[in-house]
């Protein structure tokens, strides 16, 4: 039995009632106002059009009804909220949903905020941008990396996991 697709006002209207910060509307309607965020979010953040895209049918390998996708970074990683859990998860299209971690919505922007220190993206620009979308720990996440990164703590993907699980334990980022 096929469900319903899931459409842009429905996920609108989610990001609404979850009373995110008012940027992540700027960014779902392609119509972001803030210079700073704009050169960051506009070629690797949109709404999720690889599953807008698809038909009730094939919507249902990503158990749409429960988890809502929001935000498409890239064309292969999904951020979407968890109905049932009430909470945030990232999960790639290629690999679709398998464990999820629940996280809040800080949480599942971690990754993000380590792509824009990978791309040398400037300190003050990530405090600014963590401040639009609301998020409380950005400074001291931004301080923490640069730490470990002095320290050459973050050279290698097992110590990139490890800081990230850590960081998300520190800031009590995961639900």
Same mark, same amino acid.
């Given at each position: 039995?096929?469900?319903?697709q899931? !459409?842009?006002?429905? /996920?609108?209207?989610?990001i609404?009632? @979850? $009373?995110?910060?008012?940027?992540?509307?700027?960014?779902? %309607?392609?119509?972001?106002?803030d210079? +700073?965020?704009?050169?960051?979010?506009?070629?690797?953040?949109?709404?999720?059009?690889?599953?807008?895209?698809?038909?009730? $049918?094939e919507?249902?390998a990503?158990? /749409?009804?429960?988890?809502?996708? +929001?935000?498409?970074?890239?064309?292969?990683?999904?951020?979407?909220?968890?109905?049932? $859990?009430?909470?945030?998860?990232?999960?790639?299209?290629?690999?679709?949903?398998?464990?999820? !971690?629940?996280?809040?919505f800080?949480?599942?922007?971690?990754?993000?905020?380590?792509?824009?220190?990978? $791309?040398?993206? =400037?300190? =003050?620009?990530?405090?600014?941008?963590?401040?639009l979308?609301?998020?409380?720990?950005?400074?001291? +996440?931004?301080? %923490?990396?640069?730490?470990?990164? %002095?320290n050459d703590?973050? =050279? !290698?993907?097992?110590?990139?996991?490890?800081? !990230?699980?850590?960081? @998300?334990?520190?800031?009590?980022?995961?639900?």
């Amino acid at each position: 039995m096929a469900t319903s697709q899931i !459409t842009e006002a429905e /996920v609108k209207d989610l990001i609404k009632k @979850l $009373n995110l910060a008012p940027i992540i509307l700027e960014i779902f %309607d392609e119509q972001i106002v803030d210079e +700073i965020a704009m050169d960051e979010f506009r070629k690797r953040i949109s709404k999720p059009y690889s599953i807008f895209t698809l038909d009730s $049918n094939e919507q249902e390998a990503y158990q /749409v009804q429960r988890f809502i996708p +929001i935000f498409e970074f890239g064309s292969d990683r999904i951020i979407a909220y968890d109905l049932e $859990n009430k909470g945030f998860i990232n999960y790639s299209l290629e690999e679709g949903i398998q464990s999820p !971690t629940l996280l809040t919505f800080e949480g599942v922007f971690l990754e993000e905020m380590i792509a824009m220190f990978e $791309n040398e993206v =400037s300190e =003050s620009d990530i405090i600014h941008i963590g401040k639009l979308l609301g998020f409380k720990h950005t400074e001291s +996440i931004v301080e %923490d990396y640069l730490e470990s990164e %002095d320290n050459d703590g973050l =050279s !290698t993907f097992e110590e990139m996991d490890a800081w !990230t699980e850590k960081t @998300l334990d520190k800031y009590h980022l995961k639900i």
